[in-house]
């Protein structure tokens, strides 16, 4: 089973897709197995993280930017990727150290997930973008026994 979500960004942002994910694992009827989320995109992200207290995605971006400013900061002057403005390259060195795949384990239908974890999909970018999330749900087979 594959599906694929379209989420609609205005600048770095993390955005919960949790619900949307188990909507959609319910849609499909999954039962015990993984899903499996990719982001098609180079330049944003996909993150498990706390999903109760929005200063950890607010702290989570500032940290990115800290460590990857736009272009146009001094201290990032030797970059050379900059065909889509200065946040071009920055966006594609998160992307780099955060992951675009996540596997999550699904009992009875239900993702797996700790008490307060979501599933983000992190933007890098300040332009708004139409990013594209491919979703795989993978039952465990068990053999009768």
């Known amino acids: 089973m ?3 979500l379209t989420i609609d960004t205005h600048g770095p942002a993390c955005h919960d897709i949790t619900g949307r994910v188990a909507d959609w694992l319910r849609k499909v009827g999954a039962g015990d ?4 989320l990719m982001v098609r995109h180079t ?3 996909l993150l498990i993280q706390e999903n ?3 200063d950890v995605q607010t702290d989570l971006l500032g940290w990115l930017d800290r460590i990857a400013p736009p272009a146009d900061d001094p201290a990032m002057a030797w970059l050379r990727h900059r065909d889509e403005g200065p946040d071009d390259m920055p ?3 998160k992307a780099a150290i955060l992951p675009v795949s996540l596997h999550v384990p699904v009992a009875s239908g239900r993702m797996m997930l700790g008490t307060w974890q979501g599933i983000f999909l992190v933007e890098h970018r ?3 973008h139409s ?3 491919v979703l795989a749900f993978q039952p465990v087979w068990q053999t009768p026994g």
């Open 2 to 4: 594959i599906a694929s």
């Open 33 to 36: 197995g993984v899903v499996t």
């Open 43 to 45: 330049s944003c992200s």
């Open 52 to 54: 109760a207290d929005p």
């Open 91 to 93: 966006a594609h060195l």
């Open 126 to 128: 300040r332009a708004p």
């Open 131 to 133: 990013r594209q999330v």
